[in-house]
């Protein structure tokens, strides 16, 4: 089966900027929506972005402004650049492909 792997996860202080990136093992142009999730100490999973094939996107809240999803399907990658990132932040973030593949998770601490 289609395998995703995160990476670009770190510590990071607040205010910094991450790219976090997402590998399929493979072809991608077959799956409509590509999409980023966290999950913090204590909460329950929560959408970040998502991605269509026709480059629509949608933000949470928070992420809104902050955060960019992007997709290249050449590449079987989907990125998730972060900008001024708040403590708040901190999550276990995973890479979602056509709402039924996941990755394993890529750990993003900011520090205060």
């Known amino acids: 089966q289609v395998q995703l792997v995160e990476s670009g996860g770190g510590l990071v202080q607040a205010g910094g900027s991450l790219r976090l990136s997402c590998t399929a093992s493979?072809?991608?142009?077959?799956?409509?929506?590509m999409g980023w999730y966290r999950q913090a100490p204590g909460k329950q999973r929560e959408l970040v972005a998502t991605?269509?094939?026709?480059?629509?996107?949608n933000y949470a809240d928070s992420a809104e402004g902050r955060f960019t999803i992007s997709r290249d399907n050449a590449k079987n990658t989907v990125y998730l650049q972060m900008n001024s990132l708040k403590p708040e932040d901190t999550a276990v973030y995973y890479c979602?492909?056509?709402?039924?593949?996941w990755g394993q998770g890529t750990q993003v601490t900011v520090s205060s």
């Open positions: 493979r072809t991608v142009f077959r799956f409509d929506v």
């Open positions: 991605i269509t094939s026709s480059l629509s996107t």
């Open positions: 979602n492909l056509g709402y039924r593949f």
